[in-house]
């Protein structure tokens, strides 16, 4: 594994963007290590920039409590954000800032190297499958490239304003749950490269 340390140090120098002219510091990322799950979201809010960890405001509450709830600790996942520093106002990063901190991204994935990578929200999607990815539409399916496997689902913020989204969102992470032990205990890898798989649709929730 690289030096975690090291990526830190120099996503904590980085100018690339104007971002690092309002911040307060960079977030870099909380979580296990060497856990086998990532947790990729969108950018950092005001919580976030006064206490330099990702996803410890209310959205965060909420996504300990549905790891929680589907038998995950943090000790299971390692999270981290699209961009590293906190948007003014907390608007959504624009393109130009996200392609910008692409960088930090990468060495952290190549770093943990994990076999499931969660996508939460639009941002993360985009960043990570494509700019004209729809979270709409891909949430739900098991995307597989190099690999490692892919799962897009709505961001817990999403949840906070649309309670409806609660459901499927809690389908998703029993499966992710699900395939994580399969891998642990040796029975799966990610599968084959170029899968998109839609999940089982449960209890009648639309996988998509």
Request: with cysteine; proline share 8%.
């Amino acid at each position: 594994m690289a030096d975690l340390g090291a990526i830190e140090r120099t996503a904590k120098e980085c100018r690339d963007c104007a971002l690092h002219e309002s911040r307060t510091q960079v977030v870099f990322g909380r979580g296990n290590p060497a856990a086998r799950i990532l947790l990729v979201g969108e950018g950092p809010g005001k919580d976030e920039d006064l206490q330099g960890m990702p996803f410890v405001g209310a959205a965060g509450q909420l996504l300990d409590k549905i790891l929680a709830a589907v038998d995950l600790s943090e000790q299971d996942v390692f999270i981290l954000n699209t961009v590293l520093c906190r948007p003014p106002g907390n608007r959504v990063p624009e393109p130009a800032e996200v392609s910008a901190c692409a960088r930090h991204r990468e060495a952290l994935l190549a770093a943990l190297d994990p076999p499931i990578v969660v996508l939460l929200g639009a941002t993360a999607a985009k960043a990570v499958l494509g700019p004209k990815t729809s979270i709409t539409a891909v949430r739900g399916s098991r995307i597989v490239r190099e690999g490692r496997a892919y799962y897009p689902t709505f961001h817990p913020a999403a949840l906070l304003r649309d309670p409806s989204r609660k459901r499927p969102v809690w389908h998703d992470f029993q499966r992710i749950a699900k395939d994580y032990r399969l891998i642990l205990s040796g029975a799966a890898d990610a599968a084959d490269d170029g899968e998109t798989e839609p999940w089982p649709t449960p209890d009648g929730v639309e996988s998509r």
